[in-house]
Protein backbone atom coordinates (compact mmCIF):
# COMPACT_ATOMS: atom_id res chain seq x y z
CA UNK A 1 0.00 0.00 0.00
CA UNK A 2 1.11 3.45 -0.93
CA UNK A 3 -0.07 6.16 1.15
CA UNK A 4 1.59 9.07 2.97
CA UNK A 5 -0.20 11.57 4.89
CA UNK A 6 1.18 14.49 6.93
CA UNK A 7 0.86 18.16 8.03
CA UNK A 8 3.22 20.78 7.24
CA UNK A 9 3.30 24.48 5.99
CA UNK A 10 3.54 25.48 2.41
CA UNK A 11 6.94 26.24 1.31
CA UNK A 12 5.94 28.02 -1.49
CA UNK A 13 3.08 29.90 -3.31
CA UNK A 14 1.01 27.35 -5.06
CA UNK A 15 0.29 28.07 -8.76
CA UNK A 16 -2.39 26.86 -10.50
CA UNK A 17 -1.90 25.76 -14.16
CA UNK A 18 -3.38 24.36 -16.99
CA UNK A 19 -2.22 21.06 -19.28
CA UNK A 20 -2.23 21.71 -22.94
CA UNK A 21 -5.60 20.13 -22.59
CA UNK A 22 -7.33 22.47 -19.84
CA UNK A 23 -6.31 19.92 -16.99
CA UNK A 24 -5.69 21.95 -13.95
CA UNK A 25 -2.77 20.95 -11.91
CA UNK A 26 -0.57 22.27 -9.11
CA UNK A 27 3.11 22.00 -8.24
CA UNK A 28 4.11 23.32 -4.44
CA UNK A 29 6.33 21.92 -1.61
CA UNK A 30 5.29 21.14 1.68
CA UNK A 31 8.07 21.09 4.99
CA UNK A 32 7.18 18.94 7.70
CA UNK A 33 8.87 18.95 11.18
CA UNK A 34 10.96 16.01 11.97
CA UNK A 35 9.93 14.43 15.46
CA UNK A 36 13.73 15.32 16.63
CA UNK A 37 16.18 17.89 16.31
CA UNK A 38 19.83 17.72 16.33
CA UNK A 39 21.42 20.30 18.70
CA UNK A 40 18.11 21.80 19.67
CA UNK A 41 18.15 23.00 15.97
CA UNK A 42 14.88 22.13 14.64
CA UNK A 43 15.01 20.34 11.04
CA UNK A 44 12.36 19.72 8.49
CA UNK A 45 12.12 17.58 5.42
CA UNK A 46 10.51 18.78 2.32
CA UNK A 47 8.32 17.21 0.05
CA UNK A 48 7.18 18.18 -3.95
CA UNK A 49 3.63 18.04 -3.83
CA UNK A 50 1.67 17.84 -7.64
CA UNK A 51 -2.42 18.00 -6.88
CA UNK A 52 -4.40 17.72 -10.04
CA UNK A 53 -8.10 18.99 -10.94
CA UNK A 54 -10.13 20.16 -8.06
CA UNK A 55 -7.27 19.47 -5.32
CA UNK A 56 -5.11 21.95 -7.67
CA UNK A 57 -7.84 24.04 -7.47
CA UNK A 58 -8.41 24.06 -3.65
CA UNK A 59 -4.82 24.83 -3.18
CA UNK A 60 -4.57 27.05 -4.93
CA UNK A 61 -7.18 28.97 -4.04
CA UNK A 62 -6.98 28.78 -0.61
CA UNK A 63 -3.47 28.35 0.95
CA UNK A 64 -0.75 30.56 0.75
CA UNK A 65 3.15 30.12 1.70
CA UNK A 66 3.69 29.40 5.10
CA UNK A 67 0.04 28.03 5.77
CA UNK A 68 -0.37 24.85 7.92
CA UNK A 69 -1.92 22.24 5.35
CA UNK A 70 -3.13 18.66 5.90
CA UNK A 71 -2.02 16.20 2.85
CA UNK A 72 -2.75 12.36 1.97
CA UNK A 73 -1.80 10.61 -1.10
CA UNK A 74 0.81 8.35 -2.80
CA UNK A 75 4.63 8.69 -3.34
CA UNK A 76 5.65 8.21 -7.06
CA UNK A 77 8.48 8.55 -8.41
CA UNK A 78 9.53 9.17 -12.46
CA UNK A 79 12.24 9.75 -14.43
CA UNK A 80 13.92 12.76 -16.60
CA UNK A 81 17.02 13.59 -18.79
CA UNK A 82 18.28 16.65 -17.23
CA UNK A 83 19.61 19.69 -19.97
CA UNK A 84 23.15 18.19 -18.98
CA UNK A 85 22.07 14.34 -20.16
CA UNK A 86 22.17 13.09 -16.90
CA UNK A 87 19.47 11.02 -15.84
CA UNK A 88 17.61 12.44 -12.35
CA UNK A 89 14.80 11.05 -10.35
CA UNK A 90 12.17 13.33 -8.87
CA UNK A 91 9.95 12.15 -6.40
CA UNK A 92 6.91 13.52 -5.32
CA UNK A 93 3.39 13.62 -3.65
CA UNK A 94 0.93 12.72 -5.53
CA UNK A 95 -2.48 14.59 -3.78
CA UNK A 96 -5.54 12.30 -3.20
CA UNK A 97 -7.03 14.63 -0.52
CA UNK A 98 -6.13 18.23 0.77
CA UNK A 99 -7.09 19.51 4.03
CA UNK A 100 -6.91 23.09 6.58
CA UNK A 101 -4.68 22.02 9.28
CA UNK A 102 -3.33 24.56 12.62
CA UNK A 103 -5.66 26.67 14.18
CA UNK A 104 -5.82 30.63 14.35
CA UNK A 105 -3.18 31.53 16.27
CA UNK A 106 -0.38 29.19 13.65
CA UNK A 107 -1.40 31.75 11.08
CA UNK A 108 -0.37 34.71 14.00
CA UNK A 109 3.45 35.97 13.84
CA UNK A 110 5.88 34.01 16.61
CA UNK A 111 5.93 37.03 18.28
CA UNK A 112 2.09 36.92 18.94
CA UNK A 113 1.65 33.21 19.63
CA UNK A 114 4.05 33.79 22.68
CA UNK A 115 1.67 36.74 23.79
CA UNK A 116 -1.62 34.41 23.32
CA UNK A 117 -3.21 33.47 26.31
CA UNK A 118 -2.70 29.92 26.98
CA UNK A 119 -4.99 27.02 26.24
CA UNK A 120 -7.71 25.54 29.03
CA UNK A 121 -6.84 22.17 30.17
CA UNK A 122 -9.98 20.16 31.78
CA UNK A 123 -8.20 20.13 34.98
CA UNK A 124 -8.43 23.59 34.95
CA UNK A 125 -12.10 23.45 35.52
CA UNK A 126 -13.33 22.10 39.00
CA UNK A 127 -16.46 20.03 39.43
CA UNK A 128 -20.14 21.28 39.64
CA UNK A 129 -22.49 20.96 42.20
CA UNK A 130 -25.08 18.42 41.16
CA UNK A 131 -28.66 20.42 42.81
CA UNK A 132 -30.90 18.33 40.71
CA UNK A 133 -32.17 21.18 38.59
CA UNK A 134 -31.87 21.51 35.12
CA UNK A 135 -32.11 25.12 34.36
CA UNK A 136 -34.16 24.68 30.70
Same mark, same amino acid.
Given at each position: ???? !???? @?????? !? *?? +??????????????? /????? +? /??? @? !???? %??????????? %????????????? *????????????????????????????? %??????????????? /???? @? @??????????? /??????
Amino acid at each position: MNTI !EFVG @RLAKEP !E *LQ +KTQSGVPYCNTSVAV /DRSFS +K /DGK @R !EADF %FNIVAWRHNAE %FLSKYFTKGRWVH *LVGEMQSRKYTGKDGVERTVWEVIVDKVG %FAGDRAAALTDEAVQ /DAPP @R @RRASDFGDVED /DNHVPF
